[in-house]
């Protein structure tokens, strides 16, 4: 095994970095150490602390077997600083530096841009541990409490990855950065998240699977654009994070995919052949199909916000930079330079939603959403509406339009259906309640929100997972609560 594939557990700080050579840097990270424990006490997962939860902690950053499982309370989940291996003589990929040698400093002249994408980066993955707090209390099973918390303490390792780059190569103000990812909360009026996915609500199970579906998806493109960067150590964090990343999309998927399986079988058993009867299947205890296709919408459009404006110069800027590539940009047959590179953007115009050939490097970001929907999409295709067809009925989960219910960008001054019908205002208002979810629909979900905790015991509304993790049979006590 490659040396850097072995972690050092012997410290506070596991580590494949070095931090044992470098004293300096292991100061800071340790003053940083009790301050982030802090902060996981205070708006990390509520009421479960002393919980003893079945979790995989990474031992190796080998694709293979890097993982163990065993019982850990959360507060002392070995939080590490993990690289990828390094690839012997990288080279940057893309921009004015194509072809020279990766940079295991950082650039002088890209330093402002470098430090501004890994905080807006390290930003999100504490965003998500404070939305996500509240949900232990109505977990649908131990199953599912235990995946929650896998994903809460991987995302608190997402911000050590993050703070690790700041303090090692940005000097005083990388720290100061580091405080303020502590400092920022989620929905914080005075000092809130830097995105506004990350300040809106998580208030239920269904919500934490859609957001793991479709916001975390977000982060899997990020981050595989970021993984192209010229900047070696930002790319080698962000291929090790990328691992982990698969499993948050996993529970996304499954998690809504058991909900679709229940409800269907509710509805067979039932005799109920219309999935618009939304009366009669909530009255089942399961949630309805029209709902979760409201809260799809939702997830769906709120993410599409985190892609920035069609058109960004910022974008540009960083691949130019060599900073942040496109989505599996080492598998583009093109120059990597693209300068004058042309690429088809749905843009705004006298009125009209169009499309146009604008310049590739202008429109990096929306080829990056193009990536997110097709892989977004073919999740849909591939785990909910093939439960659906399977279970026999005619209904389909569809994506909305890219111009529905925007904040961000070219579309968020119209009003649009999910076909991209643009709308008046009067129009949008009386009409959003059948595309977006009302006050009752969120209060029918939240009635539904009854703790299960009996192991291998599952909530009224969702079906039991196909597999246990770890392969641990069905009965499996994967969180103890009292510890
Ligand atoms: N909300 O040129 P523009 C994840 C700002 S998720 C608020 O259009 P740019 C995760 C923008 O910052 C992945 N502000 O955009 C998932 C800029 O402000 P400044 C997170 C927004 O810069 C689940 C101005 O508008 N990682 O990991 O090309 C759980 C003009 O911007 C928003 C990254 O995003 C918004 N939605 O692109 C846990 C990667 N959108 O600079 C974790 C790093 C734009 O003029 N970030 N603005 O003050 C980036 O690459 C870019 O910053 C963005 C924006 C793609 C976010
Ligand atoms: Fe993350
Ligand atoms: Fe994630």
Request: one cysteine or more; charged letters at 25%; proline letters at 5%.
């Amino acid at each position: 095994m490659p040396e850097t594939a072995m972690v050092d557990y012997d410290g506070l700080i596991p580590n494949n970095v070095g931090l044992s050579s470098d004293p300096r840097l292991r100061r800071a990270l340790e003053s940083w150490h009790p301050r982030s424990l802090d902060w996981w006490r205070a708006r990390g997962p509520e009421g479960f602390q002393d919980s003893l939860v079945y979790l995989r902690t990474a031992v190796s950053v080998e694709p293979e077997g890097w993982a163990k499982f065993g019982y850990v309370k959360m507060p002392d989940y070995r939080w590490g600083i993990l690289l990828a291996p390094a690839v012997v003589d990288r080279k940057i990929g893309f921009g004015a530096h194509k072809g020279e040698r990766a940079w295991q400093e950082v650039p002088g002249e890209y330093r402002a841009m470098l430090r501004r994408l890994i905080v807006v980066q390290g930003d999100t993955e504490p965003a998500s541990v404070e939305q996500q707090r509240r949900l232990g209390a109505t977990a649908p099973s131990l199953y599912d409490l235990r995946n929650l918390f896998q994903v809460n303490v991987e995302e608190a390792r997402h911000l050590w990855a993050m703070v690790y780059l700041l303090q090692k190569y940005f000097g005083r103000d990388g720290r100061e950065e580091a405080e303020d990812l502590l400092r920022r909360h989620s929905g914080d009026r005075d000092s809130p998240r830097l995105l506004g996915a990350f300040n809106e609500a998580t208030p239920d199970w269904l919500a934490f699977f859609m957001f793991t579906f479709f916001t975390d998806r977000d982060g899997k493109m990020q981050l595989h654009a970021l993984a192209q960067s010229g900047f070696d150590p930002l790319s080698r964090t962000c291929r090790f994070m990328l691992t982990e990343e698969a499993h948050h999309m996993f529970v996304g998927q499954s998690g809504v995919g058991r909900i679709i399986e229940r409800t269907c079988a509710a509805m067979r058993d039932a005799g109920i052949d219309d999935p618009y009867d939304v009366a009669r299947v909530r009255a089942l205890g399961v949630i309805d199909l029209p709902t979760l296709q409201k809260r799809a919408n939702l997830h769906f459009s709120l993410t599409l916000d985190l892609f920035g404006s069609e058109i960004s110069t910022n974008a540009a800027n960083a691949y130019n930079a060599g900073l942040k590539g496109r989505y599996q940009e080492d598998q583009i047959a093109d120059d990597h330079v693209l300068v004058g590179a042309t690429y088809p953007v749905l843009r705004l115009k006298n009125g009209c939603i169009v499309k146009e050939d604008v310049p590739a490097l202008s429109a990096l970001n929306m080829r990056l959403r193009d990536d997110y929907v097709a892989d977004a999409l073919s999740g849909v295709e591939r785990w909910w509406n093939r439960i659906i067809r399977r279970a026999g009925y005619g209904f389909r989960v569809r994506l909305p339009h890219v111009a529905f219910n925007r904040r961000i960008g070219e579309f968020a001054a119209i009003e649009a259906d999910p076909d991209g019908s643009i709308l008046s205002a009067a129009e949008w208002q009386r009409r959003r309640g059948d595309w977006l979810p009302s006050a009752e629909d969120d209060a029918f979900v939240a009635g539904l929100m009854q703790p299960c905790r009996e192991p291998g015991r599952f909530a009224s509304w969702i079906a039991p997972p196909r597999a246990g993790i770890d392969g641990k049979p069905g009965d499996f006590e994967y969180v103890k609560l009292q510890g």
